[in-house]
C-alpha cells in the first residue's frame, strides 16, 4: 500500500536571499512611507514622548526658580490622593454613563427616521448633518442660552405651562442635566450617521421574510434591527466614549466647570492647571492618566475591528 | 392546502402599468410555474401574491378568501427568496424556528417541527451554524426549510436557484420537486430559467411585458405554442424562426432570398397568400433527403457545437438559417454543404405581423 508521510517530506524551508528587484523595492517602500512617518512623529509621537517625560518632572512657571527637576512618580502620587482629580473624574464618568447611552438612543431614532422612504431626503438630512457641523463652543454657547434663568427658552416655556424657573446653570444637579442635554444633542447626529449607514446595510429581504413569517413591525425592529446594527451600535458607542472621556467645550461653555467645581470634567482640570495655574509637571501627569483610559478604549475598538462585522452581525 | 386565484391583476408604479391585467388559477396542490424574460413582471406576480406589493386593480383570492388588503403574515404562505433572506445573525435552527416563534409556537413544538424539516432537508448537522458558515446550496435548503416547517397554505419561490452552479441547481430541482410530491402543497414558483419551468411545473405561465402569455401544461406550451414569443422561449436550443410567405394555392413556400420550397406532409391551407414566419424545432431538422416526408433545403454548415451526445450546428439556408441536433458520427464541419430534411409537418406557423399562431388543418 502507498503511504504519504507529510513530516519525512516536508521541505525544510529557509529564506531565499533577496534578489536585487526585491531590495530596491523595499527602499524604495521605506522612501515613501518616510514622509508620513516624520509628519505622525513630528505631531502624535514626539508631543507624547514629551508630555510623559515632563509627567515625571517638577515643572511649574510659576515658580522657575526650582528648574525641573526629575520626581519619579511623585505626580502620579499626588493625582491618586488629589481630591479635585476623583471628583473631575467621577463627573466625566458621569458625563460618559449619560450621554454615550443617550446619543445613542437619540441617534438611532434619528436614523431610523433619516432612513424611512421621504420623497424629499435633503432637509432630513441637512437637519441631521446641522448640530455635528455647529463648532462644539458654539452648541455651548447656544445651551447656555437656553437654559440661562431669566431670559432662556426652557424656563420660557416651564412658566408658560405654568411650572416655576429652575436654576439650571446655579444648580449642580441642574447643571449637570443641562449639561448632558447638550452634549447629547450636538453628538446624537455623529451617532445617527454612523447607525444610518449601518441601516442601509440591512437587506429589504430580510425584513420582508419576517414580514411573511409574522413579525409585527416592533418585533422586527427588536429581531432583526437591532442585532443587525449591533456592529454599528458599538462603533458608533466605542468612538463616543473617547470623545466623551475628553469632554470640554460644552461645560466649558455652560458652566465653566461651576457651580464650584460639580459640573467640572478631567480635561477641564487638566486645562485649568497647566494653562491657568501654569503646573506642567502635575498637569501632564493627569493628560497621562486620561491618554491611557483612551488609549484602553481604542485597543478595545481596534480589538473589536479585527472580527469580520458580518459574522458578528 | 389551497389555490390562488388572480383575476384582472393590474400593477402600476406612479404611471408606469407593469402588469396589465393578468388572470391565472392555479388549483389546489398545483405546481405553476411563472417564467419570462427580466421586466415581464413575473417577481412582482408573485410578490402580490405575498403581499409585499400592493393589488392596484384586480383581485388576489388565497383559498377561497380575498387577500387583496391582508397582510402577508396574515395569508399563512411562506417565501423562498432569491438571495435566501436568511437571518445572519441567528442560528440555522433559529431561522427555521422564526416564523413559529412569531406565531406563538410552544418551544417544544418549535423543536420538534424544525427537527422534522430538518431530517426531510438533510440539514440537521448544520442547526447550530450561521448561515454565514453555510454554502449556497446548504443555504438554500434552509430558506426552504424555513418555508416548509410552518406547513403553510401556498409556498412562493422567487428565482431560488439562480445564485446556484449548475449542478447543484440540477440537484436542487430534484429536491424542489420531492417536496412537492411529498407534502402536495401548492407552489407557485418564480424563474427566467425555462428548463426549470419544464421540469417543475404542473403547469407554466409563461409571461412578457406585464401580458400572460400562455398558461398551460409543459407538453402544451412546448408542443403548441401560443404565439412566437413562446416558441421561441420555451427550448433549448430555441426553435428556428424563419420569415416566409406561402403561395396563394398554399403549394409553395418563398424563404427569404427567393427560395422556393415545396412543403411535404404539412397542409398550409391556413397559411395561404399570406407573409408567416416558420418555427421549426431543432429536433425536426435532420440531415439528408431520403425521409419522404421532410421538405428537401441545401445550405452550408455556418457552426458547429459538439456536445458529445451530440452535434448542434447551425446550417445557411439562403438567408436562413437552420440549427439542428444531430449524430456525432455525421462528422459535420464548418462550410460544409449539406441537405438539411424540415419535418415541416411538425414545424409552427405564426402570422408574421402578430406573431399569434395559425393553427393548420389536420
New interface residues.
Given amino acids: 500500500m502507498l503511504t504519504f508521510d507529510s513530516t519525512k517530506s516536508k521541505p525544510t524551508t529557509k529564506p531565499l536571499p533577496l534578489s536585487r528587484l526585491e531590495k530596491s523595492e523595499r527602499h524604495l517602500g521605506l522612501l515613501m512611507i518616510l514622509p508620513a512617518f516624520l509628519l505622525l512623529f513630528a505631531v502624535v509621537l514626539f508631543p507624547i514622548g514629551r508630555l510623559l517625560v515632563t509627567s515625571t518632572q517638577r515643572l511649574s512657571l510659576t515658580e522657575p526658580w526650582l528648574g525641573t527637576p526629575f520626581v519619579g512618580l511623585d505626580n502620579y502620587r499626588e493625582a491618586l490622593t488629589d481630591a479635585r482629580f476623583w471628583e473631575t473624574t467621577l463627573n466625566t464618568v458621569i458625563y460618559i454613563a449619560v450621554t454615550v447611552p443617550g446619543a445613542i438612543v437619540v441617534g438611532l431614532g434619528l436614523a431610523l427616521l433619516a432612513n424611512q422612504p421621504f420623497k424629499i431626503k435633503w432637509p432630513v438630512r441637512l437637519g441631521l448633518l446641522l448640530p455635528w457641523a455647529l463648532p462644539l463652543v458654539f452648541a455651548g454657547l447656544i445651551f447656555r442660552w437656553f437654559f440661562e434663568f431669566n431670559q432662556g427658552i426652557v424656563n420660557n416655556i416651564l412658566m408658560w405651562v405654568g411650572l416655576p424657573k429652575l436654576a439650571w446653570l446655579t444648580d449642580p444637579f441642574l447643571a449637570t442635566v443641562a449639561i448632558c442635554i447638550a452634549i447629547i444633542w450636538k453628538t446624537s447626529s455623529f451617532v445617527a450617521l454612523i447607525l444610518l449607514a449601518g441601516l442601509q446595510t440591512i437587506p429589504k429581504s430580510l425584513y420582508e421574510a419576517a414580514e411573511i413569517d409574522g413579525a409585527s413591525k416592533w418585533q422586527q425592529f427588536i429581531e432583526i434591527t437591532l442585532p443587525m446594527l449591533r456592529p454599528a451600535i458599538i462603533v458608533a458607542a466605542i468612538f463616543r466614549t473617547i470623545t466623551a472621556i475628553q469632554t470640554f467645550d460644552i461645560p466649558y461653555a455652560m458652566t465653566n466647570g461651576g457651580p464650584g467645581n460639580s459640573t467640572e470634567t478631567l480635561a477641564m482640570y487638566i486645562h485649568k492647571t497647566t494653562i491657568d495655574f501654569l503646573d506642567l509637571g502635575y498637569g501632564s501627569a493627569l493628560a497621562v492618566l486620561m491618554f491611557v483610559v483612551s488609549l484602553v478604549m481604542t485597543a478595545g475598538y481596534l480589538r473589536y475591528t479585527r472580527r469580520d462585522p458580518r459574522q458578528e452581525a | 392546502m389551497a389555490g390562488v386565484e388572480i383575476r384582472q391583476v393590474v400593477k402600476q408604479y406612479g404611471r408606469v402599468e407593469v402588469l396589465h391585467g393578468v388572470d391565472l388559477s392555479v388549483r389546489d396542490g398545483e405546481f405553476v410555474v411563472l417564467v419570462g424574460p427580466s421586466g415581464c413582471g413575473k417577481s412582482t406576480l408573485l410578490r402580490m401574491i405575498?403581499?409585499?406589493e400592493g393589488i392596484t386593480g384586480g383581485e388576489i383570492a388565497i383559498d377561497g378568501t380575498v387577500v387583496n388588503d391582508m397582510?402577508?403574515?396574515e395569508r399563512d404562505?411562506?417565501?423562498v427568496?432569491q438571495?435566501y433572506?436568511?437571518?445572519?445573525?441567528k442560528s440555522v435552527y433559529d431561522n427555521m424556528g422564526?416564523?413559529l416563534r412569531?406565531?406563538g409556537t410552544s418551544k417544544s413544538e418549535i423543536e420538534t417541527l424544525v427537527h422534522e424539516a430538518a431530517d426531510i432537508l438533510q440539514i440537521k448537522h448544520l442547526l447550530e451554524r450561521?448561515p454565514?458558515q453555510l454554502s449556497g446550496g446548504q443555504r438554500q435548503r434552509v430558506a426552504m426549510g424555513?418555508a416548509i416547517v410552518r406547513r403553510p397554505k401556498v409556498f412562493l419561490f422567487d428565482e431560488p436557484l439562480s445564485n446556484l452552479d449548475a449542478q447543484l441547481r440540477a440537484e436542487m430541482r430534484v429536491e424542489i420537486k420531492k417536496l412537492h410530491q411529498r407534502f402536495g402543497t401548492t407552489i407557485v414558483y418564480v424563474t427566467h430559467d425555462q428548463i426549470e419551468a419544464m421540469t417543475l411545473a404542473d403547469r407554466i405561465a409563461i409571461m412578457k411585458d406585464g401580458h400572460l402569455q400562455q398558461y398551460g401544461t409543459p407538453d402544451e406550451v412546448y408542443n403548441r405554442p401560443a404565439n412566437r414569443f413562446v416558441a421561441s422561449f420555451i427550448g433549448a436550443p430555441p426553435m428556428n424562426m424563419t420569415p416566409a410567405s406561402v403561395s396563394a394555392d398554399a403549394q409553395v413556400i418563398r424563404l427569404p432570398s427567393g427560395m422556393d420550397v415545396t412543403p411535404r406532409g404539412a397542409n398550409l391551407a391556413a397559411c395561404a397568400g399570406r407573409d408567416i414566419v416558420i418555427g421549426l424545432r431543432p429536433e425536426h431538422v435532420a440531415l439528408g433527403h431520403d425521409d419522404p416526408s421532410r421538405t428537401p433545403v441545401s445550405g452550408q454548415v455556418e457552426l458547429v457545437e459538439p456536445l458529445g451526445s451530440e452535434t448542434q450546428a447551425t446550417v445557411r439556408v439562403g438567408d436562413a438559417r437552420f440549427t439542428g441536433r444531430f449524430s456525432p458520427e455525421a462528422g459535420l464541419k464548418h462550410g460544409q454543404d449539406v441537405t438539411l430534411g424540415l419535418a415541416l409537418d411538425r414545424a409552427h406557423f405564426f402570422d408574421a405581423e402578430t406573431g399569434e399562431a395559425i393553427r393548420l388543418a389536420a
Avoid: Q, S, T
Avoid at chain 2, 433572506?85 to 445573525?89: G, K, Q, R, S
Fill in positions: 405575498a403581499g409585499l397582510p402577508p403574515r404562505i411562506a417565501m427568496f438571495d433572506a436568511l437571518y445572519p445573525h422564526f416564523g412569531m406565531r450561521r454565514g424555513r
